[in-house]
């Protein structure tokens, strides 16, 4: 075995750093999906009739459907009816201050290196921590309210603004899209709603973390965000779970909604327990994110780096269907062991003028799979659209695999479509070189992966850009090939 | 400082060296020439600790240290420094990123602190003068895009900074107009002191015109078969490597 080969296998044996379960009591309801389950879920969130209705239409169409099976992703037969849908904190009250927070609860937090308190004080992060499926602690509601935004549970936005909530909710992503859709507008928990009114910009960065706990329980997480004409927001989105053995499902549903002029940024951490070293356990992520662009010269960017998960099925898109708008996406996905990622993004030109850039940079070691998808779609109107597509894809070792699925569909002689692809491995040389300056191997990697990654790392709010560049280092741990 | 003793090497089942000996003195040059393919590179290589060889019998000293069970960076934070004779590119990665990690690595090493930014960034403005290098090279990407001419300057640029009491350069000369191995030269020229020792690998004499070396090696079939002063680099010069060959092969 060479020294190579030797750091490789250590990596395997690198365990997930933020593998811890808090002890907070749940309140959860039978495993199982049926038509009394949605109404049950329902009920406890006191929910009006119409939306009763909705979910229940959506269980419906979801019984008619079969799972996708085109991604290149391996995954066992998920059992449907061994799955609790629905547990809230027992915890119900909302707090006037942190003092009143479950201590356990804010130690969680503090172990993620997330604290609550400090992000009020140092970053001027207004954040709406989502445990498990009911919002336990939302900040800065005065600030937001001063300028008419509305930044809240989803629930508390169906009980407060139930018009928007009725107006924009599978506006974007409607039940029928697809399978994890279907079943996230059935049994969907809780989430995020933000509302930019119309000539605002959001004073500050928002931000959601999402953590899966309760055991056995699917995470159905819903966020609508809505940017008025003229309104600007940056939304983050950051999480990280618990070890455990069984494996988790996770079916979220992000829309997004930008009228004439309105720009959102929408960037996500992603660090969910990605499964032991042999491929045991890990969360399965199942996410439709779809965005919007309504109107003329609006904007929607996401950005995303994904490190967790045992499977990733994600394909943030834009629908570019204002003139001039514009759709990004930038994304670095990591998998390692035996973590599987197929994600990518959609982008869909309706508009004159319209443009779209795609940057993806796939990290792949152990024994993993990573691969890219994504669809540029250029319909008969779209006078002149632009897309740029670039898809890099690094491997460290030679167990692991990495693959490009790019489709395009140009229906307008106008448009201008170019994509490029590259692959290439960590070299012994690049590492070497870094050796023979004093920097040992695993901060050469470190180095290396944050250089490929930097393009992609850039687009993330500071305060994320350096978490995330922690996570690489550490998904990465001794990897090399 | 150094001392190799009848060092042979494998490259897979092949013998790259066959049996080399050599004593470097602090605040000597030597210069070690030889044809294509005599070893040259290796011997650097097995100086810095690349591990895709093996080394089959012999030793290599430094400071008293037995250098081969030193891991590359190790070699790397005791002072030895290797100037490569293609240095990667390292894209995305910052020279200064890249050069304070490095510095910091060494540091800490040594039990010292890490260098505050401010300290550092004064630190690269002066040794930039060094090699008279552009201040828009240091903002780049390590190596990438840099012409030829640039990497070596590089080289020798991040060995002004690192300070190493063993500098090896690999064909540093290679691929250098004039100018540039004027600049590279007197670059290394300036780091020359009692203290330090330097070990240059080159085919061509031409780099010893601005270099003058201490002791003249000549590499040949992975031995040395000859040595001497400034005065073998001119006879080589003059008489290319054929006649060495002739008089080793004859023996032979």
Known sequence: MTDQEKILNEVTGSDYKFGFQTNIDTETIPKGLNEEVVRIISAKKEEPEWLTESRLKAFRHWQTLHMPDWAHLKIPEIDYQDIIYYAAPKQEAKYESMDEVDPELLDTFNRLGIPLEEQKQLAGVAVDAVMDSVSVKTTFQDILADKGIIFCSFSDAVKNHSDLIKKYMGSVVPYTDNYFAALNSAVFSDGSFCYIPKGVRCPMELSTYFRINAANTGQFERTLIVAEEDSYVSYLEGCTAPIRDENQLHAAIVEIVAMENAEVKYSTVQNWYPGNKEGKGGIYNFVTKRGICKGDNSKISWTQVETGSAVTWKYPSCILKGDNSVGEFYSVAVTNNYQQADTGTKMIHIGKNTRSTIISKGISAGKSQNSYRGLVKVLKGAENARNYSQCDSLLLGDKCGAHTFPYLEVNNRSAVVEHEATTSKIGEDQIFYCNQRGIDTENAISLIVNGYAKEVLNKLPMEFAVEAQKLLAITLEGSVG | ?252
């Not at chain 2, 150094?2 to 050599?22: F, M, Q, S, T």
């Not at chain 2, 044809?35 to 089959?56: D, E």
């Open chain 2, 1 to 252: 400082m150094l001392e190799i003793k009848d060092l042979k090497v494998n490259i897979e089942d092949k013998e790259i060296l066959k049996g080399i000996n050599l004593s470097v003195k602090a605040g000597e040059v030597h210069a070690i020439m030889g044809p294509n393919g005599s070893g040259k590179s290796t011997l650097a290589s097995a100086l810095a600790g690349r591990n895709y060889f093996n080394i089959t019998h012999g030793k290599i000293i430094y400071e008293g240290k037995d250098l081969t069970e030193l891991t590359p960076e190790d070699r790397a934070r005791e002072g030895i420094f290797l100037g490569f004779q293609y240095p990667v590119e390292i894209p995305g990665v910052s020279m200064v990123n890249f050069l304070r990690t490095a510095i910091n690595s060494m540091r800490k090493y040594r039990g010292q602190e890490p260098l505050p930014a401010g300290d550092f960034l004064k630190l690269m403005r002066e040794k930039k003068k060094i090699v008279e290098i552009d201040s828009d090279l240091t903002n780049r990407s390590v190596n990438e895009g840099f012409s030829g001419g640039e990497k070596k300057k590089n080289e020798i640029f991040q060995m002004a900074l690192l300070e190493p009491r063993l500098a090896i350069l690999d064909e540093t000369d290679s691929g250098l107009d004039i100018d540039a191995l004027r600049i590279v030269s007197n670059g290394v020229n300036k780091l020359r002191s009692p203290e330090n020792a330097t070990i240059i690998i080159t085919h061509y004499q031409r780099l010893l015109d601005y270099i003058v070396p201490d002791v003249v090696h000549v590499l040949y079939k992975g031995r040395i078969v000859k040595s001497g002063d400034k005065s073998l680099a001119k006879e080589l010069e003059e008489h290319g490597y054929d006649w060495i060959k002739h008089e080793v092969d004859a023996h032979a």
